[in-house]
């Protein structure tokens, strides 16, 4: 019987491979191997992980958190491969456009001015 705190350490794992662009079905089997456990119970791992993600979203005042999620999930994956295969230019442009799909840093930018 697991106990709360393993739960918890558990789905903060999945999260952050989650987060890091890793897809549903990796993230199952790191957590099958990582933790020794059946597959159906890292699938309910997983499934507990992304019912956190989505409550981020919701906090991001998203008007669509299906495809906001879909999209952020590519841009992670893309940027996951890119670092993978050493193409850093994949990998930074996918961190881009998932910046500004979240708005983060929008207001860090320094203004333009073009003659």
């Known amino acids: 019987m697991t106990t709360k705190h393993q739960v918890r350490e558990r789905t903060n794992y999945a999260v952050r ?3 890091l662009g890793h897809s549903t079905q990796h993230v199952v089997g ?18 507990r992980a ?6 981020d979203l919701d906090k991001v005042n998203v008007d669509n958190p ?27 442009a996918a961190t881009r456009e998932l910046a ?10 320094r203004a333009r001015f073009y003659n």
């Open 17 to 19: 491979l989650l987060l």
């Open 30 to 47: 790191k957590v099958t191997e990582k933790e020794g456990c059946s597959r159906r119970t890292a699938r309910r791992i997983v499934a």
């Open 50 to 55: 992304l019912k956190v993600v989505h409550a």
């Open 66 to 92: 299906q495809m906001a999620s879909l999209l952020i999930h590519q841009l992670q994956e893309i940027t996951a491969q890119g670092l993978e295969t050493n193409q850093l230019g994949s990998a930074v």
């Open 100 to 109: 500004a799909l979240l708005g983060i840093g929008k207001n860090n930018c």
